[in-house]
């Protein structure tokens, strides 16, 4: 498929490309006569390569113009790659040491070039499924949440700033469009790709179409995640979107990037360490029954939300007094006013995150694209026991989540 100058690049393509591009070339040293090229994209949407000189190595990324894992009737922009290097580029700025860097970027043909997160980093998702405990996760991906939503938030830019980047970002409008389409419509309604464990969970499924009050619940979630310009998100901040080591978290893949709201985000990563946490019986094996890394995972949820609270906050008191002009410090300086604003301003961010993370959990049990954590359980009615009790989870955390003010609440009612 080619489209004005846009070619669909394979191995050999690819290491003449790089041959005739310095910014990679000198990446790899420019010793490009033995490249070796692997192909490594699992995902849904790209073709993502791993390139490795004998001095250095460096990964190549490329969106083609439709739905990869479901082929070219599902079209595609492959404008996406320029939101996705511009994402990238702005949270590198940001958060340094959870970001990989770019070092080229092509729109034509939808190609960006690089940090290779290099072994023994592997997909946060598979270290969860193996059982491997990352004591730095929490803390780190509090750290890059913090950074990344606070300083492209309206609590520290100006609303000319704000405006102008909301302005950006609201062309990747087809991901947006297909966020909307398979997190807040397709699992509530009859859909050409939505599956389910079958025949286990139809009859759940098919509650969760004729659920009334979830359907007003996601209603009013989609409105927010549509409506709500919040900060610049990653926009699909899953357990396969970060790789990790005991010491090391990089975040990757932000091609949904867009203005929005703060919750997603957040609510993302903590419904996909649910997801994870649900799945763990079906991993159990004799010697192994997983109820210590269950209680790592709870902790790692909780950890996530209160060190997240603590360094944003953090962050908003140190600029109360900057150029953000969401809460103007001549109004807001008197300090039991200030307190009040945080906590209100917190607990409304935590409700949304809340939601977020249930509407996650439920479009990867009964939408289109679902999780390794679950599908890698090969036994399908314990695949499905494992389901159906996240899904539940799912569905009380959306119609109760104004009732949880901690995150010790809302653990509770999944134990």
Known sequence: MTTEGFRVLEEKSLIEYIKATPSLASKLGNDLENLKVKEVGDGNLNFVYIVISPSASIVIKQSIPYVRCIGESWPMTKERSYFEATALKRQHGLSPKHVPEVYHFDRTMSVIGMRYIEPPHIILRKGLIAGLEYPLLAEHMADFMANTLFYTSLLYLTTTQHKSAVAEFCANVELCRLTEQVVFSDPYKIAEFNRWTSPYLDSDAEAVRNDKILK????????????????????????????????????????????????????????????????????????????????????????????????????????KEGPGEAYLHEIYNDAELWELVKQKYMLDLFHDSLGFAAAKMIRRIVGVAHVEDFESIADLSERADCERRALDFAKNLMKKRRTFNTITDVISTAQ
């Open 216 to 319: 007003l619940e996601v209603a009013e979630l989609k409105s927010k995640f549509c409506e709500k310009t919040q900060a610049l998100i990653h926009g699909d901040l899953h357990t396969g979107s970060v790789m990790v080591t005991h010491d090391s978290t990089q975040v990757i893949d932000p091609e949904f990037a867009f203005y929005g709201p703060m919750g997603f985000d957040v609510g993302a990563f903590i419904g996909n360490l649910f997801l994870a946490y649900f799945a763990q019986d079906g991993h159990a094996q004799q010697g192994n029954d997983r109820k210590a890394y269950k209680a790592w995972i709870i902790d790692t949820v909780a950890d996530t939300w209160n060190l997240f609270y603590k360094k944003f906050t953090s962050l908003w008191d140190i600029h």
